[in-house]
């Protein structure tokens, strides 16, 4: 046997031929939903069937954006994705990457359409979007004057902040001449002197929200010059103004919570910017307080009247010091002085004088030692203890009183 070929390879090959098919990767294909299973990973089964025929298709989690309802049996519906084949089973089936109801093909066709011409130009890039003011006074809203959507966005901002002024622009928002009647809406308010606007409805069909689709609304939105949030419809409705507003809410009641900042929020928040405020003063007016103590002290140390009385008070010292010193030395002196004194009392003249003994002094003045110091008849004074006498030389003789003769 030649070319025998496993399950495997088969379907590897098949699934192969399936990828190279041009219009295979990207194919619409109608019919009627049955078999519809919602996984609990976020997948959804189910088949598309005609009166001929049926065929598997999945949409996996991640490309549940291109799906903007909930779908049901029976449901006439057209899905964009690819044909391939999984390989386990040996079974082809459709990997939808959108799904839309049937009779809306051609709107979405256009929807298409124009979200590439426009995102083309660059009308949906960011660097173009404004940036919506946190704190607002006037909010502008285009929308029908009756229905939930305009009573939503009045309660939620009204409760939110009773203080922001609403300014309520009635417009068709369906039908013939509703993508006019927005465009006037936009251009009117945007004379308005408001913060930021809101353009939408609620939810419905994309027939029903054609209006947001038209060229005109978005570029009346893109060139407004006060900040634009969409609402339009439901979480899951998706209109070319979504994408051309500088903000885009999921719904009116989310774009009037995104517009109108929580008053409530706003006084605990400045409540709490107040107590932080305080406690950083405190701590800086504390901190500041150290300092000039600080500063204080050094300024005492450095102060040149603090420095004068401290030279004054060391010269002080040191007038005590030296007086001290003084009184020192003169008391040393005094006692050298009193023996001094006592030496010199041992060897004065009065002294001896006192002790019985005389002092003898010729003419001359001269003291009398030896008899060759005066001569016969010379005048010569004798001073004793208390007084003086004059006597004359009436005879010299010579005597040796130590045994030595001369």
């Not at 027939?207 to 060229?215: K, M, R, S, T």
Request: aromatic letters at 10%; proline letters at 3%; a neutral charge.
């Amino acid at each position: 046997m030649r070319n025998v070929y496993t399950v495997k390879q088969v379907n590897a090959y098949v699934k192969n031929m399936f990828a190279q098919d041009f219009m295979l990767n990207r194919i619409y294909v109608k019919g009627e939903v049955s078999n519809l299973k919602y996984h609990t990973s976020g997948h959804i089964y189910f088949s598309l069937k005609d009166e001929s025929g049926t065929i598997a298709c999945v949409m996996f989690a991640g490309q549940r954006s291109g799906l903007s309802f909930r779908m049901q049996e029976g449901q006439q519906v057209i899905v964009l994705g690819s044909v391939t084949i999984y390989e386990r089973d040996g079974k082809y089936q459709l990997y939808a990457r959108e799904i839309v109801l049937d009779g809306a093909g051609l709107l979405y066709e256009r929807f298409q359409q124009l979200k590439n011409e426009l995102e083309e130009m660059g009308m949906f890039a960011p660097e173009y979007k404004q940036p919506i003011p946190r704190y607002v006074r006037r909010v502008g809203i285009v929308t029908a004057p009756t229905g939930a959507a305009v009573r939503d966005i009045i309660n939620i901002a009204t409760r939110r902040n009773p203080y922001v002024q609403l300014i309520l622009y009635p417009a068709m928002v369906q039908g013939e001449g509703a993508a006019r009647s927005i465009v006037q809406g936009i251009k009117a308010l945007e004379k308005q002197d408001i913060d930021v606007m809101i353009v939408g409805r609620g939810g419905g069909s994309i027939e029903d929200l054609w209006a947001f689709n038209e060229e005109i609304v978005a570029r009346a939105v893109f060139d407004c010059t006060v900040p634009v949030i969409s609402a339009v419809g439901h979480e899951t409705d998706t209109t070319i103004i979504d994408y051309v507003a500088d903000l885009r809410a999921p719904t009116p009641s989310a774009a009037a919570e995104l517009a109108v900042y929580e008053y409530r929020h706003l006084k605990e928040e400045m409540a709490g910017y107040k107590a932080s405020m305080l406690r950083n003063l405190n701590q800086k007016i504390y901190t500041e307080r150290l300092k000039c103590e600080k500063y204080q002290t050094k300024f005492l140390y450095l102060n040149p009247l603090g420095r004068l009385h401290e030279k004054q008070q060391r010269i002080a010292d040191y007038e005590d010091k030296i007086r001290m010193l003084m009184s020192l030395k003169i008391k040393e002196k005094k006692h050298e002085l009193f023996l001094r004194v006592e030496q010199m009392k041992r060897v004065s003249p009065l002294e001896k004088l006192k002790q019985g003994f005389s002092f003898v002094q010729n003419e001359s003045g001269n003291a009398v030692r030896s008899v060759s110091d005066v001569s016969l008849n010379e005048k010569i004074t004798i001073f004793v203890t208390d007084g003086q006498m004059e006597a004359e030389v009436k005879h010299v003789q010579k005597e040796s009183y130590h045994g030595n003769e001369e």
